[in-house]
């Protein structure tokens, strides 16, 4: 019986190792997977104070009363405008990956998109100097994809409750993939104009076991469903 109960440990101890061997899960080209569709768990707002100088504190706190009074007229997303970089919807985005381009594929938000060049360019502001999503280059650094963005207008929210940014915004995110349910984002925002110092956060993003969907921006600046 001694011996059974060996056998099943070594057994499953074999199994435990192999799965964990197989995590993070890899491309042909040797890199963590990160393909797939996802949604954010938990609130897309960002967590906590940021550190903000006072006139940017003074326009935060402006477009939260705004909010409040249900008064949208701020808010991009109300004209069907990007959300940028930072600000993301509870409704799923999918990744495309390849070798030299990652795309992340927004359903919500007007089925905006991202391009993350993995071709070792360095960052090109001469077409689009401020764009809503910014130059976004990436670079692998172990299991981790790690994405540098600039390039911003001063036009989008960070979060839904209207948190500003100006066109000095630099995003740096890093995409794991910890265990097979969850793909994590860890943030680092620094914005010399708006901010006295980096702030970061981290978000976690599941399988949202279903494909993106088809969505519009109506007349009446609605995201709804075909």
Not at 27 to 37: A, N, R
Request: with cysteine.
């Amino acid at each position: 019986m001694r011996w059974m109960a060996l056998g099943l440990a070594v057994a499953v101890g074999s199994a435990y190792a192999q799965t964990a061997a197989q995590y993070p899960p890899q491309t042909p080209e040797g890199k963590t997977d990160l393909s797939g569709v996802w949604v954010v768990r938990g609130s897309t707002d960002l967590p906590g104070e940021l550190p903000y100088r006072p006139e940017a504190l003074k326009l935060w706190q402006e477009r939260k009363a705004n909010i409040t009074k249900k008064d949208l007229r701020d808010d991009p997303a109300a004209y069907c405008l990007p959300n940028g970089v930072v600000r993301m919807t509870s409704l799923p985005y999918k990744i495309v990956q390849t070798p030299r381009l990652v795309v992340m594929l927004s359903e919500g938000n007007t089925h905006s998109f991202r391009r993350f060049f993995l071709d070792g360019r360095a960052h090109n502001l001469d077409l689009e100097p401020n764009s809503w999503t910014g130059d976004s280059i990436a670079k692998w650094e172990g299991d981790a994809l790690v994405v540098d963005t600039i390039g911003f207008n001063d036009r989008t929210w960070l979060d839904d409750t209207g948190k500003p940014h100006s066109d000095q915004l630099h995003v740096i995110e890093r995409y794991r993939r910890p265990d097979p349910a969850r793909l994590e984002i860890q943030y680092t925002i620094e914005d010399p104009k708006f901010l006295t110092r980096p702030y970061s956060f981290t978000r976690t993003l599941v399988p949202a076991n279903r494909e993106i969907q088809e969505r519009f921006c109506t007349e009446q600046n609605h995201l709804v469903g075909k």
